[in-house]
């Protein structure tokens, strides 16, 4: 089991994921019997360390988001460890659960998925205070007032429904409800992917600004190497279920190793009309985490593919920017 190296700090990470796997059993068959599985997160290792942010980058499809309900216990994972302050999460049961529900905080893609649609903002922001037995109603609605002004977001806000809100703004709802309790992790799912590009600068300032205020730790998984760069310490480059680079954000920028990081980075455009595109263009789709192709799972689409990787799967390399490429072995 490779793990990705940390840079040598004095303090323990507030989150160390070791091996983890998410297989979802497939039904098949008249019977809907399970033969095979989605391997969605397929033996995962990495640290974050606090006020640290972990950007996490893949195409749909490769496991990111899967990966961080498993963290934040949406889902239960089928192995591996998920130690949050040194104590495993992985397996706790419901009841367990509830004292890291706290600390581990979620913001979804689409904050509509999230927010209850009858419920008014002062009630969403409310429920947390009242799920955990926090405080009586004027405590309550003192916080809630105080979190929409964290947020930007105008007191009138508390008797408005969600769907009375921009994305922008709705998104802002979806922040404040996740750092109501004072959590310590976020798992920031896509955040700003919905947004146009002028909102998801200012949401990404607001989460910046947050996290240096709360001392947060962020995991934030995007599809988009270019929103990752503006937010990320470290980048973890995933492809089907695994991770097959990591690094400081700048150096993944400038010395790119996996030819999968290398394609996404060239696919970010540059505001230079004097730029010339050396754009490497992905052929077809990521294949199925039920069916995964045998050796490197990047073969089928790698320009630099070679005959040991359709047979052998690389590991992830014990370096500076650990990669798991067989061009540099
Ligand atoms: Fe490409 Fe081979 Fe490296 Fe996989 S191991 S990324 S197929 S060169």
Same mark, same amino acid.
């Given at each position: 089991m490779s793990v990705i190296p940390l840079q040598v700090k004095s303090v323990d990470p507030i989150l160390s994921v070791r091996d983890l796997k998410m297989h979802f059993p497939v039904k098949e068959g008249i019977f809907m019997r399970t033969g095979r599985f989605n391997k969605a997160v397929d033996g995962v290792n990495f640290d974050i360390m606090p006020g640290e942010t972990l950007g996490l980058v893949g195409e749909s499809g490769c496991g990111k988001s899967t990966l961080g309900r498993c963290i934040s216990r949406l889902y239960q994972p089928t192995a591996g460890e998920i130690r949050f302050e040194g104590r495993d999460i992985a397996t706790l049961k419901r009841k367990e659960l509830m004292p890291f529900r706290r600390d581990i905080q979620m913001i979804f893609q689409d904050p509509m *998925?999230?927010?209850?649609?009858?419920?008014? $903002?002062?009630?969403? /922001? *409310? *429920? %947390?205070?009242?799920?955990?037995?926090?405080?009586?109603?004027?405590? #309550?609605?003192?916080?809630?007032? *105080? /979190? /929409?002004? $964290? $947020?930007? /977001?105008?007191? #009138?806000?508390?008797? #408005?429904? %969600?769907f009375e809100f921009s994305g922008g703004q709705r998104q802002r709802i979806g922040i404040a409800r996740a750092i109501a309790l004072n959590p310590k992790l976020i798992i920031c799912d896509e955040p700003v992917s919905a947004l146009d590009v002028s909102i998801q600068s200012q949401i990404l300032n607001l989460l910046i600004d947050l996290q240096t205020e709360y001392k947060l730790s962020y995991l934030f998984i995007a599809h988009d190497l270019a929103v990752v760069k503006h937010i990320s310490d470290r980048i973890a480059i995933m492809y089907l279920g695994r991770i097959v680079e990591t690094g400081a954000g700048e150096s993944i920028y400038r010395t790119a190793r996996h030819p999968y990081t290398q394609s996404l980075i060239s696919a970010i455009p540059v505001p230079d009309p004097h730029h010339h595109s050396h754009r490497q263009i992905l052929v077809g789709d990521v294949p199925s985490p039920i069916n995964p192709p045998s050796g490197c799972s990047f073969h089928t689409r790698c320009p630099k593919v070679m005959e040991v990787c359709r047979q052998t799967s690389p590991v992830l390399s014990q370096d500076q920017q650990p990669v798991a490429c067989h061009l540099y072995e």
């Open positions: *998925e999230s927010l209850n649609a009858r419920h008014t $903002v002062g009630q969403i /922001l *409310e *429920e %947390p205070f009242q799920i955990h037995r926090i405080g009586d109603r004027a405590y #309550r609605q003192q916080r809630v007032k *105080e /979190l /929409l002004d $964290v $947020v930007g /977001l105008p007191a #009138r806000s508390v008797t #408005r429904y %969600p």
